[in-house]
């Protein structure tokens, strides 16, 4: 229950430590352990293995973009969005513990589960993102939010030990991950309240129409805010190079740059650290310059990361580009954000913002597959990281065009 005049509750810490248990899975199944042990283990270090996991990440986003229309109005029509959640985090745990048995040569296997897995992570964050505004008032909502990130970076920090202590036994990490990951979801699960809404006009025949006919509506209205369409476009198009980057970067490591887990373990901490930082930092620097400006100058400096990545022959030097690369990952997100908010009208944040979190989704798409094929093809990572330096510089051409200024509503 909401109490007026107190933002930091109970029911608050236990909806952020669900941030804290998914975190441990984007850790160390998207990111981390079992990136890097699908390509040297069960690839057998193969540049086919490249191609695979990217396969592996479309075919879990795509699915996930199409079917959140459906679940958005599926849960709008039965007002239990935690049953939703809940379904999809045991899905996701489960499907992560059954990544124990895949070994070497599983190759169709391995993506299969984690194709699963990711299906349930992604699809569970959208029902706890809704969860906010059951358990704070609006004028809480970014310290909430905020609260959420945080936990969440602690969450990574723990992934990052657990690491640590099961460096020679990977297949085990993924079991701890799934414990982490069901442990602290409980405390939301039981002691989360949600407000139950009744609809109107929605029934049981009719919600899977309701859900993809919002996107159709969604399309249409879109088309009469051109400013805020350059910026989706040029959105999609970078943020497919930052989400690139966070599933290849172990992989590239490990095979290019010969990282032991010692080594990957340090660059995670590296960049989880600066990433904390640069949000705060760039935040404050787009205070100053502005969102857009300050958006500009993050677009060029990641373009020079992907260039700085293609001619790195070092231990040091990646750590470096990890820095530099931390400080943007956090900012680059917070601001886009920030940036959507002030370019969307009052009276369609909801809807445009359901469209945000889909073409976030609907990202993944063109850059780990573009990674993934370059990799295959040329035998070379080196050159499928160059490659991503186009998502970025063709972001940044079109998002230069986008005018920082509220729009006019309806």
């Not at 700085?308 to 070092?314: E, L, M, P, Q, R």
């Amino acid at each position: 229950m909401k109490q007026k005049g107190k933002w930091l509750r109970r029911d608050i810490f236990y909806w952020s430590l669900y941030d804290f248990a998914n975190s441990t899975f984007a850790t160390i199944i998207v990111a981390f352990v079992y990136a890097v042990y699908f390509k040297k283990v069960v690839a057998s270090n193969q540049p086919i293995g490249d191609l695979w996991w990217s396969v592996a990440i479309n075919i879990s986003m795509i699915t996930v973009a199409l079917i959140s229309p459906l679940l958005g109005a599926a849960a709008d029509h039965l007002g239990n969005k935690k049953k939703f959640l809940v379904f999809f985090t045991l899905l996701s745990v489960a499907a992560t513990s059954l990544l124990y048995f895949v070994e070497e040569g599983m190759v169709f296997t391995g993506a299969l589960i984690f194709i699963i897995a990711n299906i349930g992570f992604q699809a569970g964050l959208g029902f706890y993102d809704a969860f906010i505004k059951d358990i704070t008032e609006e004028k809480y909502y970014n310290k909430v939010s905020s609260l959420g990130y945080a936990v969440g970076y602690m969450g990574s920090l723990l992934s990052l030990v657990v690491v640590i202590i099961l460096k020679d036994e990977p297949r085990l990490t993924f079991v701890a991950c799934s414990i982490l990951y069901l442990m602290f979801s409980i405390p939301l699960f039981l002691f989360v309240r949600e407000k139950k809404l009744f609809t109107h006009g929605l029934n049981s025949s009719n919600f899977i129409i309701t859900g993809y006919r919002r996107i159709t509506d969604t399309f249409r209205n879109i088309k009469k805010y051109r400013n805020l369409r350059l910026f989706l476009i040029s959105f999609f198009l970078y943020i497919d190079g930052v989400n690139t980057i966070i599933f290849f970067s172990a992989n590239y490591a490990q095979t290019t740059l010969n990282f032991e887990i010692t080594d990957l373990i340090i660059f995670f901490v590296i960049v989880q650290i600066t990433a904390l930082l640069g949000s705060f930092f760039f935040g404050w620097i787009a205070d100053i310059n502005g969102t857009k400006k300050t958006l500009v100058f993050i677009l060029i400096c990641w373009t020079l990361v992907t260039l700085s990545v293609y001619f790195a022959d070092s231990r040091n030097v990646f750590f470096t580009i990890g820095a530099v690369a931390g400080t943007l990952l956090g900012s680059s997100q917070a601001l886009s954000r920030s940036l959507m908010s002030r370019l969307t009208p009052e009276n369609k944040k909801a809807e445009f913002f359901g469209f945000y979190s889909l073409f976030e989704k609907t990202s993944t798409i063109l850059g780990p597959l573009a990674f993934g094929l370059i990799s295959w093809l040329s035998g070379n990572q080196r050159y499928a990281a160059l490659s991503l330096s186009l998502f970025f510089i063709t972001g940044l051409l079109i998002f230069r065009r986008v005018e920082d200024k509220k729009p006019v509503t309806d």
